[in-house]
């Protein structure tokens, strides 16, 4: 009985350690910790330095009135005689130093070739000067403004007064504005630029101005000469008796005395007879 007991139990022991030894090896073998790198130091920010100022743009130079022109197209005759005269570089200098802006009538090529054969042929250098310097106001002339300018208005040409340089504007609406030179009457066509100190106006006709194309008028008479003054009183001499009253005087007086001398002659000849006859 007690062996019995013995073999159970050494059994049960058998059975206990097989299945303590089966969950033993089952269990996964842990895997070895990872060793522990130490991570790198934060990078230390740069000091702050502070951005240069940003630089201010370059202010825009005056407006290129030629490249504007020939942008536009058709005015090739009028670029021409700009740059002949050097107007062009006048209206950049101005335009530059000024604060007064400018105003350019433009004639078209069309307007240019409907002159009269050798109109500009006949003018020297110093009158295609005037001519050109005739079609720029030196000032800026936005078109809402033609209906109340003072005519005539100056030019860069110089005297307004009527037979020099005057040009007359008159404007009922931006649609209607004429030019008035003495000699040529044009329109405004349209406009070709204006940037609030340019304005450059289409215009259908060369501005001629009157000191240049126009008649002349007559120059005015001589004044009287006013008369001598007369002289002292009692002075013998009569200084507002006319020369040729004086010498009709003195020779009227000869004549007068060789007839009186005359008179005297035949007398005493006759006298003389008379006592030789007695």
Request: charged share 10%; with cysteine.
């Amino acid at each position: 009985m007690t062996t019995m007991k013995q073999q159970h139990f050494f059994s049960f022991s058998l059975l206990l350690f097989f299945l303590h030894s089966t969950t033993t090896l089952a269990q996964p073998v842990a895997a070895p910790a990872s060793p522990i790198i130490p991570s790198p130091p934060a990078p230390v920010p740069p000091a702050l330095v502070p951005a240069p100022p940003a630089l201010a743009p370059a202010p825009a130079g005056p407006t290129n009135v030629t490249k504007v022109l020939e942008k536009a197209s058709g005015f090739s005759l009028f670029i021409r005689l700009l740059k002949a005269t050097t107007t062009d570089a006048q209206i950049t200098h101005q335009l530059n130093d000024t604060n007064n802006g400018m105003t350019i009538f433009a004639p078209s090529d069309n307007a240019f070739t409907s002159l009269s054969s050798g109109t500009l042929n006949g003018l020297n250098d110093q009158q295609k000067v005037a001519l050109i310097q005739f079609h720029v106001i030196p000032s800026y002339i936005p078109i809402t403004q033609f209906q109340t300018v003072s005519n005539p208005l100056r030019t860069t040409a110089g005297d307004n007064s009527q037979y020099k340089y005057p040009l007359n504007v008159t404007s009922y609406s931006t649609s209607s504005v004429n030019i008035s030179t003495g000699i040529t009457n044009s329109s405004v066509t349209g406009t070709v630029y204006t940037d609030g100190q340019l304005a450059i106006y289409q215009v259908d006709k060369v501005l001629l101005p009157y000191d240049l194309f126009g008649v002349k008028p007559p120059a005015p008479a001589p004044s009287p000469s006013k008369p001598n003054k007369k002289g002292k009183a009692g002075d013998s001499d009569d200084d507002s008796t006319p020369d040729d009253a004086k010498v009709g005087t003195s020779a009227a007086v000869s004549t007068v005395s060789s007839m009186a001398m005359q008179n005297v002659v035949v007398f005493i000849a006759a006298t003389a007879s008379a006592v030789f006859c007695l």
